[in-house]
């Protein structure tokens, strides 16, 4: 039971956290992946390398500490956390691991002059409450899922109907369920989780659904990083009729289907994938849909002549590509060099009423997100996704 004193104690340490927080969750990680390699396939290792997943935690547990008394003030980020959790498949189970590694962490860190026995407790008290408040949440989902026309809790065995090469980096992946039976339906925007078997090794990892949701087959779009192990793995040795192990789709970016506002799509490289299927969605209504696309050049552009295709045919569809260079045998882009204010003042619609959404890079993003500020688009109509741990773009 969290207690007054508890609570006071906890936001005593945000000052702590501000000042060494990923140093916390550094040795948290190290310490989480050396004594329970179980739980390794939950964690992507190249976040860890490069300092993605510490961060994020440490925001999140700073978030956290600030807000104990109000948690209704962390708003989405309870929501991302679970469905992220959800799409991963991680279980009741896994959390007494993350605590006691916590608070472990705390104590080794921080010294037992500073993480008292009164301190432990406290924070022990609180770790116990968040983990409550998620793992009822989550199970929420699982079970939402699980009785849906066509859900499924855990894994499920999908088979690869075909493989198409999109550009000279990504590489689209149409499964279909092995057992042909019906196939659960998705919001535009959302992702599985997909698990893989690589050299002995279980790995896990989400991908954006690239197409809207058509009952028979899911599409993912999967970019080949150049040390990315999964990634090679897929466009090197999964081909047509392989299986994979799908987890039933997740995610809280969404598209609003009830909104008649005018739709802006932005992306940067692989970004685009959540994109395609909601500008699907939006073709099918009656909005104007603004599908603004940043690529390095013309050969890592995927999708273009379908989305040209879909230009032609929707008159309330405008398209605008912008390429960092312009390759000679490249096809003609709208902007050469990057998405900037003017360049994205003019794609824009003439209204500032708008909604918004887009993803790519974290630079390409933290760009887009000052450039419709300053712009004049209401910050509550804009809305984004990371493919990796949640960062602040501020």
Not at 53 to 65: D, I
Not at 167 to 178: A, G, K, M, N, V
Not at 228 to 246: A, C, M, Q, Y
Request: hydrophobic fraction near 40%; aromatic fraction near 8%.
């Amino acid at each position: 039971m969290l207690s007054p004193e508890h609570r006071a104690i906890v936001k005593a340490t945000v000052p702590l956290l501000e000042s060494g927080g990923e140093a916390l969750t550094t040795h948290f990680y190290q310490l989480l992946i050396s004594e329970h390699p179980e739980v390794r396939p939950l964690f992507n290792q190249a976040n860890q390398a490069n300092g993605a997943q510490q961060r994020a935690l440490a925001n999140g547990v700073l978030m956290y500490a600030r807000h104990i008394d109000q948690l209704e003030q962390l708003g989405g980020l309870v929501s991302q956390i679970i469905n992220k959790h959800v799409a991963l498949n991680i279980l009741p189970e896994h959390y007494p691991i993350v605590g006691q590694c916590l608070l472990r962490s705390i104590r080794e860190v921080l010294g037992a002059e500073i993480a008292t026995d009164a301190v432990i407790e406290a924070w022990a008290a609180a770790y116990q409450q968040l983990a409550d408040l998620l793992m009822g949440l989550e199970e929420q989902i699982y079970v939402a899922r699980e009785t849906a026309p066509g859900g499924w809790r855990g894994t499920r065995t999908f088979r690869v109907a075909r493989k198409v090469r999109e550009s000279e980096e990504i590489t689209s992946f149409y499964l279909r369920p092995d057992d042909g039976a019906e196939l659960l339906a998705f919001h535009p925007g959302q992702y599985i989780g997909v698990q893989l078997i690589i050299d002995g090794e279980e790995f896990r990892r989400n991908y954006s659904l690239s197409a809207i949701a058509n009952g028979h087959d899911y599409r993912i779009s999967v970019k080949r990083e150049p040390k990315g192990k999964v990634s090679n793995h897929l466009h090197t040795h999964i081909n047509e009729n392989d299986t994979l192990e799908l987890f039933a789709p997740s995610g809280d970016f969404k598209l609003d289907k009830n909104s008649d506002k005018p739709l802006v799509l932005i992306s940067g490289g692989v970004g685009i994938t959540p994109t395609l299927a909601m500008l699907q969605a939006a073709l099918d209504t009656d909005r104007p849909v603004h599908f603004i696309h940043s690529a390095r050049h013309g050969g890592v552009h995927a999708f273009r002549n379908a989305i040209d295709t879909l230009t032609a045919r929707h008159g309330q569809l405008k398209r605008f590509y912008c390429y960092e260079q312009q390759r000679e045998g490249d096809a003609h882009a709208d902007g050469i060099g990057y998405l900037d204010e003017v360049r994205l003042k003019e794609w824009l619609p003439q209204t500032r009423d708008i909604d918004v959404y887009f993803l790519g890079p974290i630079a390409f993003m933290k760009a887009v997100k000052k450039h419709l500020k300053s712009i004049g688009v209401p910050a509550v109509q804009t809305h984004y996704e990371f493919f990796g741990p949640a960062s602040a773009l501020e």
